[in-house]
């Protein structure tokens, strides 16, 4: 039968453990929770149950309105970068501009959209937001995410003919077409947004192959968010802030206007099938 020294060890063996759980957090962190004293370090553990018993909703709705804020004003000191992007986004001839407003409704989209993907647990607002605000390498891939989810959204409202000029401007072609291409005409076709007919027949695609999408802004996100991954959307746009010419875009060629009679040449083979 075990002493009293003994359970006293195994005691004070199990709080070291449960400890442990600070052990997880920053250094300065630690330092701060360790010189709170105890009145206020109840306000802290009323305050994490309460957040952790909330539904996924109130919890989202409080990360917007408790953390997006912060962070946005935060990330606004990144002059330079900001200015990096404001020129790409230009050049893809989008409205968007960055700006508080902005940096807030993204950070939000990406915590929301980071949870989702964690096999759909809307559980996960919390940890994704605990990582922006924690780690200075995951509030840097914000902006990569920005800036591909910005051209991503381009792609979504170009036409198949406009893809097609798209794709011929890559170095990798077979690369960015089965990337980009494949799953946005492919999401396409499932939402009904362009739906191809008599697709063996050549001539037949001068009906769906010029059709320019119709998509509400609100369905344009939902598009991107179900047909990307987190991931996908941060390399595409690492690729573009890595280097000037890794994705190349000539608007001009893209979106120029050709009679009906000019679109397919005789000698045309469309390199998306």
């Not at 109840?42 to 957040?51: A, E, G, M, T």
């Not at 996924?56 to 935060?74: N, R």
């Not at 609100?218 to 047909?227: D, G, M, P, Y």
């Not at 941060?234 to 000037?244: D, E, L, Q, S, V």
Request: aromatic fraction near 12%; proline fraction near 3%.
């Amino acid at each position: 039968m075990k002493n009293q020294k003994d359970k006293f060890q195994e005691t004070l063996c199990e709080s070291k453990k449960e400890y442990s759980i600070l052990e997880k957090l920053p250094q300065e962190v630690k330092q701060w929770a360790a010189s709170l004293p105890w009145n206020q370090r109840r306000y802290v553990l009323s305050f994490s149950y309460i957040l952790c018993a909330s539904s996924p909703e109130k919890q989202a709705e409080f990360l917007d309105d408790y953390i997006a804020d912060g962070l946005a004003v935060k990330m606004l000191q990144y002059i330079n970068t900001i200015n990096r992007i404001n020129e790409y986004l230009r050049r893809f001839r989008t409205k968007t501009k960055i700006n508080e407003s902005v940096l807030r409704n993204y950070i939000k989209l990406y915590y929301i959209h980071t949870a989702q993907n964690a096999s759909r647990h809307t559980q996960h607002y919390l940890e994704s937001a605990i990582k922006l605000v924690l780690n200075t390498e995951e509030r840097n891939q914000v902006f990569n995410y920005i800036l591909g989810f910005e051209l991503i959204k381009i792609m979504f409202t170009m036409s198949w003919l406009q893809h097609e000029r798209l794709a011929r401007l890559q170095t990798n072609q077979e690369d960015f077409i089965n990337t980009y291409i494949k799953p946005i005409q492919h999401a396409h076709q499932i939402n009904g947004i362009i739906l191809p007919k008599d697709k063996g027949i050549f001539f037949a695609k001068r009906d769906y192959y010029v059709q320019i999408p119709e998509i509400s802004p609100k369905k344009l996100v939902e598009l991107v968010i179900a047909t990307f991954t987190p991931d996908n959307v941060n390399k595409c746009g690492f690729i573009i802030i890595r280097h000037i010419k890794a994705l190349r875009f000539d608007f001009d060629y893209i979106f120029q206007q050709q009679e009906q009679t000019e679109i397919f040449p005789g000698e045309f083979e469309s390199i998306l099938n």
